[in-house]
Structures are given as structure tokens and as C-alpha cells.
């Protein structure tokens, strides 16, 4: 399980906060990297114990930022939680047929969550 009081984490952490110069990558360097957010949030793989570790410590899916920008980013993915939620059940409902709902956002690609999570802290 990970866990985010381990060596391994606090040495990861302070690897990538320094190979960025301890800049925010969401807010294009105008704060301090005080964190590292998983881009891809580890709660949306759990079901995938297979995956958990690539995503856990896999380059690619950590980005060092403020904390600013990571209550921002928790607070965006949760929202996009509840609407694939709420797109999912309407899709399994056998008696409305929905022909304008959004698409379902894959939670686990992470360069559409980056993306995603980018246009919206720079269009705050």
C-alpha cells in the first residue's frame, strides 16, 4: 500500500520538486513546489493493484506544485468524478436515451488529466 510518510516517497518527492527548481508546473512557475501531486490520483486506480505502483512512482505521473494548484486540481477531479458518475448512470438507464451527453473522461490516462488540469488552473 503506498503511503506518503515512507522514505521512498520523501525521497521521490524532493527528487522531482529539485529537477523542476521547486517551481509549480501547474501555475508556469509563479509559486514554490511545496508538493507533488499524482496527476493521475491514486484513488482512481485502486481498483487496479496491478497499476498502483506505476502510477504511485512513475515519473511521468508526479508534478511538482503548489499547494494552491493541488487543492485546485483535488477539487476539479472530484467534480469530474461525479460527472462520469452521473454520465454512466444515465447511459445504463434502459428507458431515456441520452444522445447529448458529454464523453466519459478516462481517469487513469494521464495526459488528458494533465491537460484537463492545466486549462483549468491557467484559466482561473
Same mark, same amino acid.
Given at each position: 500500500?503506498?503511503?506518503?510518510?515512507? !522514505?521512498?516517497?520523501?525521497?521521490?518527492?524532493?527528487? &522531482?520538486? +529539485?529537477? /523542476?527548481?521547486?517551481? #509549480?508546473?501547474? #501555475?508556469?512557475?509563479?509559486?514554490? +513546489?511545496? #508538493?507533488?501531486?499524482?496527476?493521475?490520483?491514486?484513488?482512481?486506480?485502486?481498483?487496479?493493484?496491478?497499476?498502483?505502483?506505476?502510477?504511485?512512482? /512513475?515519473?511521468?505521473?508526479?508534478?511538482? #506544485?503548489?499547494?494552491? +494548484?493541488?487543492?485546485?486540481?483535488?477539487?476539479?477531479?472530484?467534480?469530474?468524478?461525479?460527472? !462520469? +458518475?452521473? &454520465?454512466?448512470?444515465?447511459?445504463?438507464?434502459? &428507458?431515456?436515451?441520452?444522445?447529448?451527453?458529454?464523453?466519459?473522461?478516462?481517469?487513469?490516462? &494521464?495526459?488528458?488529466?494533465?491537460?484537463?488540469?492545466? !486549462?483549468?488552473?491557467?484559466?482561473?
Amino acid at each position: 500500500m503506498f503511503n506518503y510518510g515512507s !522514505n521512498r516517497w520523501k525521497r521521490t518527492s524532493l527528487k &522531482i520538486r +529539485a529537477e /523542476n527548481g521547486f517551481f #509549480c508546473q501547474y #501555475c508556469d512557475h509563479l509559486h514554490g +513546489a511545496d #508538493c507533488v501531486d499524482h496527476i493521475v490520483e491514486l484513488s482512481d486506480v485502486l481498483t487496479l493493484p496491478n497499476y498502483l505502483k506505476d502510477y504511485a512512482y /512513475n515519473r511521468k505521473n508526479l508534478i511538482p #506544485c503548489c499547494q494552491h +494548484a493541488h487543492n485546485i486540481k483535488t477539487a476539479y477531479m472530484r467534480s469530474i468524478r461525479k460527472d !462520469n +458518475a452521473d &454520465i454512466v448512470a444515465k447511459q445504463n438507464d434502459p &428507458i431515456i436515451y441520452y444522445d447529448n451527453l458529454p464523453p466519459i473522461i478516462n481517469l487513469t490516462d &494521464i495526459n488528458t488529466i494533465k491537460d484537463l488540469v492545466m !486549462n483549468k488552473l491557467r484559466n482561473k
